[in-house]
């Protein structure tokens, strides 16, 4: 009992971090693959 408000925040530490760390994959992924979504959209919107 004396550790669990300690334990409560450490958990929503960790996942606060890991939140983080997927928005930062998700960001270099999207800039990696930026000229290539841009082609795609391109394509679709000329076939429309």
Do not use: H, N
């Amino acid at each position: 009992m004396l550790f669990s408000p300690k334990e409560k925040g450490q958990g929503l530490v960790e996942y606060a971090l890991i939140l983080v760390l997927v928005a930062i994959v998700v960001i270099v992924a999207l800039t990696a693959l930026r000229p290539i979504i841009a082609d795609i959209i391109d394509q679709i919107s000329a076939a429309l």
